[in-house]
């Protein structure tokens, strides 16, 4: 078990039950709507440069995914 694979399934559950989709962490969600939490965020990792759009990015390339499951 991957603790990062953990940790992006608590993002994306955490990320659906305040109303987002299931399949999208709480960090590109922020960054596609443009919300104010995007600043937060990307302080609480700071070691992360534009950690939100980075996240958005890799919802977008799919890199979350399995292999099998990416294009």
Request: hydrophobic share 35%.
């Amino acid at each position: 078990m991957s603790l990062k694979q953990v940790a992006i399934a608590f993002d994306q559950l955490l990320n659906a039950l305040l109303g987002g989709y299931a399949d999208e962490t709480l960090s590109a969600r922020a960054h596609r709507t443009q919300s104010p939490l995007e600043r937060y965020i990307n302080l609480i990792f700071f070691w992360d440069e534009n950690h939100c759009r980075a996240s958005y990015q890799s919802e977008l390339e799919r890199r979350q995914l399995p292999p099998q499951y990416r294009s």
